[in-house]
């Protein structure tokens, strides 16, 4: 290890979960020439799961940072270096920096040459001299003299004389142009590659705008935006053909009102786990439409008892507190199927999960041994989740080990729905909107406080019989919630 290795220190993606393989960088929280110290939080990632902080492992001054906000880094890779001796002096940065803010060898050289006559080069490669002689045109009365095409100038110093100066024919007014685009491989730092992969952009059809002909992210970002529509005043009136209204819109117009969106993230990680959900657990869903008046009145009622004082009461609180009693009064519900090993996995814990919607797309964190907390304890608990999803803030180990879930699409306004397993839970609760029905009670006809229930649950583990009677259960203590007390 040299001394300017033991100087520049890496850091590089870790694993902020189980198993994962990439994060997003959401933000950065320094840049070069900052002081960090260690333990110090340097960028925010979004990991499949969630959006973590990531603290830094050691002191120094950032050198630079590999990447910017937006990337998607695989974990693993360097995200920033530090020099932890800036007062040693000027040094160079670490070898992988280098390599990566410098073009290649052959590119360097490619722009470098000038042609110098005929050299000793590759078989085959190389223009040879050529005997012909061209006579200069002469110059017309009035014009400035320009250059002739490259080939006549080339081909002139080839022979060793002087390339000529004719004159082009009179130029057409001035119209801007965009600069070229090298020739060969195009030249961008890794981040830029990296971008440009993620958008699906060819970096050898971008226009590039940084120094030396380096494409920039804004290269790639102009180069990703759809492109304008094309302006009607480019030929005479008399020459212009009419034009195909139809074609427009069905084309260019079209692509105007489309837009594409990487799919990364959570939203990434949602989709692939619903996929291997729904095509590996065989699905059963069932549906009961239940009277919960009684409950909405306990709801209330909870709301002014000093014992749940400063905690969140919500039919959700008891709609959770329901399932877990059933779970208890059925335990070989809570399971779960190992195909590797083939063998059913018999769980002595509840961890209750609770789907939320997120900015960033659908998490579902759970109450670890949700079936053993008391009714106070589970109010704080589903309090703090909520929170913490809505803020971003969820971790990966919250989001770990669930064994069933409740999702409340009543909130919506939805009357219900046949949710989707987690993949490795054995059921998912669908609690919809409460509304008020009529509802025979008593014999008479009457308004009441009416929500229907879906229970999806993996038939592999849970058959019809058990599953009709979970349900059940679950609707007889939101029917009569004094069972919370005579079951619990």
């Not at 440009?196 to 804004?218: C, M, N, Q, S, Y």
Request: net charge negative.
């Amino acid at each position: 290890m040299t001394a300017t290795d033991q100087r520049f220190r890496e850091f590089k993606m870790p694993d902020v979960g189980e198993g994962l393989t990439e994060a997003e960088i959401l933000k950065w929280y320094v840049q070069p020439g900052d002081t960090v110290t260690d333990g110090q939080v340097v960028c925010e990632v979004e990991t499949a799961k969630a959006a973590v902080e990531l603290p830094i492992p050691f002191d120094g001054v950032v050198h630079e940072l590999n990447f910017g906000e937006g990337v998607t880094v695989d974990v693993g890779t360097v995200i920033i270096s530090v020099d932890t001796d800036p007062g040693a002096g000027p040094a160079e940065a670490p070898a992988q920096a280098q390599q990566a803010a410098a073009p290649p060898v052959a590119e360097a050289a490619a722009d470098e040459a000038e042609p110098q006559g005929r050299q000793a080069v590759l078989v085959g490669y190389g223009a040879a001299p050529s005997s012909t002689k061209r006579r200069a045109r002469k110059p017309q009365a009035g014009v400035p003299a320009q250059s002739e095409p490259v080939t006549a100038g080339l081909q002139a110093e080839l022979n060793g004389r002087a390339a000529p100066a004719p004159v082009a024919p009179a130029p057409a007014p001035a119209a801007p142009q965009a600069p070229a685009v090298p020739a060969g491989r195009p030249l961008a730092k890794p981040p830029v590659r990296k971008l440009a992969k993620d958008l699906g952009i060819d970096l050898t059809a971008v226009i590039p705008t940084g120094p030396e002909g380096i494409i920039t992210r804004e290269d790639v970002h102009a180069a990703a935006a759809p492109a304008p529509a094309p302006s009607a005043a480019t030929p005479s009136a008399a020459e212009a053909p009419a034009p195909d209204t139809a074609a427009i819109v069905g084309t260019v117009d079209v692509a105007a009102r489309e837009r594409r969106v990487p799919v990364k993230g959570v939203r990434k990680a949602t989709a692939q786990a619903m996929v291997a959900s729904a095509f590996t657990a065989p699905h059963v869903t069932e549906f009961i439409t239940v009277d919960v008046t009684r409950t909405m009145k306990l709801v209330q009622e909870l709301k002014q008892d000093p014992d749940m004082a400063g905690l969140r009461v919500n039919p959700l609180l008891l709609v959770a507190k329901a399932f877990l009693v059933a779970i208890k009064r059925h335990p070989e519900v809570n399971a779960s199927w190992d195909e590797a090993n083939q063998e059913i996995v018999h769980k002595d814990y509840v961890n209750l999960g609770i789907a939320a919607a997120t900015p960033r797309g659908l998490i579902v964190p759970n109450i670890k041994d949700a079936g053993v907390k008391t009714l106070p304890q589970l109010a704080e608990e589903l309090g703090e989740l909520v929170a913490t999803a809505r803020e971003g803030k969820t971790s990966p180990a919250a989001m770990a080990g669930g064994t069933v879930t409740i999702t409340n699409v009543g909130v919506f306004g939805v009357d219900t729905g046949t949710p989707i397993l987690n993949p490795g839970e054995s059921a998912i609760l669908a609690f919809g909107a409460v509304k008020l029905q009529p509802w025979v009670h008593k014999g008479k006809v009457k308004a009441r406080q009416v929500t229907t229930l879906a229970l999806s649950f993996d038939h592999r583990l849970i058959d019809g019989e058990l599953g009709s009677k979970l349900l059940a259960d679950i609707a007889a203590v939101l029917e009569h919630p004094k069972r919370l007390i005579t079951w619990g």
